[in-house]
């Protein structure tokens, strides 16, 4: 053959496997959309779930015909970088409130530098009003009728899309009672156990620290919430705050809260005493308070006694509170001078981080060792035994001050049960064999919900309980409404319609999952459904869509051009 | 002066000059022809023909798709006859395999058959970055370096045996981190942790052969070096490429995999092995069908690759020792 | 005598050698982090508090000097053994040698077990192959070889899971222990076990490890297969075995006697070549299987870019690479005679 016959001959096929190429290509393009880009995180900070969340929401946007979903995921580190530097222009987002008001609910994402932390840029200086005007007033109506119209300004203007609550739930043998679902810790001091003294429980967590001064995750909270007491401490299951070591929840009306919301009293108990025999009095609360602040340590809930509770952090003062911020008139009282009107105060002084700590045990120029001996509180247990991401075993306190603490609940003494013995680190799946085989009595934290439904399902053959509540954190999408094309309102209101918060429930929860409608979730006081009122319940593709074809991003094939709003 | 015979030109192309006994196809196939019935034969049309048949598989799964005969990898199913759901209707997450379905479905109710068909594309188009460029980059690299000597190739030897002996997955790792996710950014990936490989090989045949004789002829003849390299050098190394990019190849396919089960390589939600199989654990622990399926298509892939570069290798590197231009 | 001073010589040499190479890597694992996206001290507070504490923060861990008063700072730490605290959860504030040396006997474990298995089954696929060469038994090791080695480490741990663990329930699929642990003298719950002189926690221990190891030891045997099935067959081919074959020497006995032992010897080799593999495979495993080692405690480091943790691994782990690579080479021209240092 000749060679330019040859170079015809490949010259033509490869003219016609291009032609074929392109008219593919041509043929499977999806119809003129509008692509956005969806980011979520990769490792788990909210569970393994994460993913699946991601991509059912990605079919939903998808299913208007209109948009087409890009997903992209970062690890947490890089994740909270890039939203906290408002980088990120769609993303899902939790949130775990640190007090049990619902102003924990919009001000972190509706006041103008909580929006910028948040990664979102929301700035609107009515909402910034009515912010400032709910914190200070303590009146239930007046605060009423500011949160709906913080909610109403919420649904039109559609920032965030509130999407769904995980449920907590907490599985336990059938020997074992008392166990409380609590929002904020569950409390191992009220479980019983028939014909028993010790109990065991199992988790995926493992501990971080038992400082007051360092903890900030929830496990660590937990641990530290059994073996230390705070000045309020909250009931066994609802939100509600009743006296810890203080004798009286201050409110205006006893005169613990000043009328000007800037002085909180508290009367301390008498005869308290720590784990290693020293005195609990108000010169140990305010060291311990100071302690906290003072050592500032990185990851740590201090600021919200220094900066959120408006105590302050005072150079001049070796870093401690200013001066005259927590006086001391005598053993048995301590009053903090806020710098501001903080109406959840109260809400502050139940947060672990302002729980008492020996101040023969404790230094204040570093965190302590978690180490038996070290951890010196005065709650209900002791510790006894740590072993870091493996075990922890909590005894009994024998001089408890207060066993009578819940007896109006029915529960007569605290601690019930001598000895807890917690085997931390274990994975979804060998939490779940654990429990299955007996061989821990409660497990708690965190099962996949495709087990959790197992487990409830066949609960009574295997001899266990299964509870389920709802947990305080909120799941929802942020939208950075400065970038574009988020920057339409339009756009944010076509995804409220179109997102579809039953198949998340349905195929990532198993059913679990409660879906809410408002930023303030239904179970807080002013809560109000009104993205469900706005956009309804199921999808409203129509109405998506109608939307969508508003925004003139489909003019031209296969190019966006962005057409001025007129 | 008229000649009798029709002479053979250099202008005209038979099938011997393609695939004669000197060419390069040539040297590969003749001893693949002639060796078949032994082991190392039959490795090499094994993995041959699996490549082949990956490669079509990646071509045609969305020709498929387009004509109905495949499902979409990305749409979930629905319904006692698997269409694609609707809203508000309940996908059929974790479905064993059946008539419908013939490998099941995975943990969003997707079809794991097409799934698992079209992460060949996935995993293929990682590979072929990977391997091409640390090849385009390796062997020009390695010639040179192996031919030159001196400093230069004191240099370049350093810092790719440094490469070669950082842990390839860790170094893979550290460089997705980098990059982020996405087919490009792990071929780079792979390509960096690959050039160290290419580099040696052909530099040490390079050594080897820069000391024979007809070389030393050529240069003598007065040959400029990059004569001497192409038309010498590089004519007898490049027959022993092919074996170490099917070795790389099926390297290459194992590391993609790995790092996507780390959760460092690819997006979701695009079907990628890997990816399938950490989700897999992740979310249906129990469901044979969900491990079973992609595991068995690297295995495969993998394999044919690892056959067709050991077959080669037997068959080949023999030849290399004895080769003469 | 002149061999044992040579061989001082040649430790001491090694030594010394490791010590600017590991510097070398710190400085390139120093500059890698720093280029990495992400900042871990954001991601402590995750959006909860605000600007001016995370600044604070940062500024108490010395991240917000320049990259090279930081990069000073840190040498100078580790010039003292000092590889500074843990900065993010859920070690925060622990040491770093405290933390990895907690780790490191989860993977020692897991790795003594998996090279015993890998050179057992990896030498006896390649003996067996060897000494019946080209008959079906050959092929079959042959291919053993290849096709090992073409399997997905996690996939492979994933099949057993699913088929000892989930099918037949007869073996644990993760973590390292169900019962509570031993007393912890050295980490390694099987010797802990004895020393506490406890059965079920022995019995619990080995019970965990069988499955890592056999994937991992399963893993790396293909390529001792290979190396004992050539040395094999160039021993047997050698010289001296057919001049003992012509002196009248029985087959079996020059296989036995002569073939086998040289063809052990470059095992050991391998063994020490197989380090840097062993470690791939030993994060891989160990995420498989949620197994509590280094390789784990690396993997969750990067994610959470906890930057005196990753250092700290990465260099505590070159270590001893470089340690039982020259272990290794020690042993080896103990054992070789031809090896001269």
Known sequence: MKRSILIAIVVVIVIVIIGAAVAVVLLTAPPRTLKIDLWYNSTEHYGPTEPAVAQVLKSSLEATGKLTVNLRSEPWTTYTDDFGNQRLPFFLLGWYPDYFDSDDYVSPFLSTSGAASLGSGYNDSQMNTWLAQEAASTDDTVRAGIFQQIQNKLATDVPYIPLWQNPSDVEYSNTVSDVFLHPVSVKWFVMNKTGATAITGGTTDSITSMDPASAYDYFSIEMINQLFDTLLVYDTQATTLVPGLATVVPTVANGGISTDGMTFTYHLRPNVKFADGTDFNSTVMKWSIDRAIKLNIPGSAAFLLYDVGALGRSQANGNNTPVGAITTPDPATIVFHLSRPVGFFNGLMAFSVSAPVSMKAYNNTGQQLDAVGKVVGTGPYNLTSYTPSQQVIMTANPNYYQPGLYAARGIPRIPVLNQVTLTLSYTAQTLKQAIETHAIDVAYRSLLPADILDLKNRATSLNLKVDIGTNPRIRYLVFNVHTAPFNDVRLRQAIAYAVDRQVINTTVFGGLSVPIYSMVPAAMPYSLPVFQTVYGSSPNLAQAKSLLAQLGYFMSPGILIARDRE | MATETKSRSSSEITWESLLGPHTFFGRILNPMIRKRRTLAGAMTWIGLFLLIAFVLIAFLAPLFTLAGLLRDPEQALCGSDYHYCFVGETRLVNQAPGGLALMGTDYLGRDIFSRVLFGTRTSLEIMSIGVFLALLIGFPVGLYSGYTGGRLDRVFVLVMDSIYAFPSLLLAAIIAVILGKGVFNIGIAITVIYVPLYFRVTRNHTLSIKQETYVEAARALGAKPWTVMWSYIAYNVIVAIPVIFALSAADAILTAAGLSYLGYGIERPTPDWGLDLSDAQTFSNAMWWTTLFPGVMIVLLTVGLSFLGEGLNDLVNPLLKKERM | ?341
């Open chain 3, 1 to 341: 005598m002149a061999k044992r001073s040579s061989l001082l010589a040649y430790t001491l040499s090694r030594l010394l050698l490791a010590l600017p190479m590991l510097f070398i890597l710190l400085t390139a694992v120093f500059v890698v982090l720093r280029i990495l996206p992400g900042d871990p001290i954001t991601a402590l507070y995750g959006g909860r508090a605000p600007p001016d504490v995370v600044a604070d923060a940062r500024a108490r861990y010395g991240l917000d000097k320049p990259y090279w008063d930081q990069y000073v700072i840190y040498i100078r730490q580790v010039l003292t053994l000092n590889f500074g605290t843990s900065l993010t959860d859920p070690y925060r504030g622990k040491g770093i040698l405290d933390t990895i040396v907690q780790k490191l006997p989860g993977t020692i474990e897991l790795s003594i077990g998996a090279m015993a298995v890998a050179t057992t089954v990896g030498v006896l696929a390649g003996l067996v192959g060897g000494v019946n060469r080209d008959k079906p038994i050959d092929v079959a090791a042959r291919l053993y070889g290849t096709v090992i080695f073409a399997i997905p480490i996690f996939w492979l741990g994933l099949m057993f899971q699913l088929v000892f663990g989930v099918q037949l329930h007869l073996l644990p699929t993760s973590q390292r222990f169900s019962l509570t642990p031993p007393t912890q003298v050295t980490g390694l719950l099987t010797i802990d076990s004895i020393l506490a002189g406890s059965w079920p926690n022995f019995v619990d221990a080995i019970r965990h490890l069988v499955l890592p190891c056999l994937t991992l030891g399963l893993y790396l045997s293909g390529f001792f297969t290979k190396t004992v099935r050539a040395n094999l067959l160039l021993t047997v081919e050698s010289d001296y075995a057919e001049a003992a074959k012509a002196r009248g020497v029985r087959w079996r006995s020059i296989v036995y006697r002569y073939a086998f032992r040289n063809a052990l010897i470059p095992v050991i080799t391998v063994l020490g070549l197989q380090f840097a593999i062993l470690f791939s495979g030993a994060v891989i495993t160990e995420r498989t299987f949620a197994w509590d080692g280094i390789g784990t405690l690396l993997l969750n480091s990067i994610n959470s870019k906890d930057y005196p943790m990753i250092q700290g691994t990465i260099v505590v782990y070159a270590f001893i690479i470089i340690l039982v690579s020259m272990v290794i080479d020690i042993i080896n021209g103990l054992i070789d005679p031809r090896v001269r240092y």
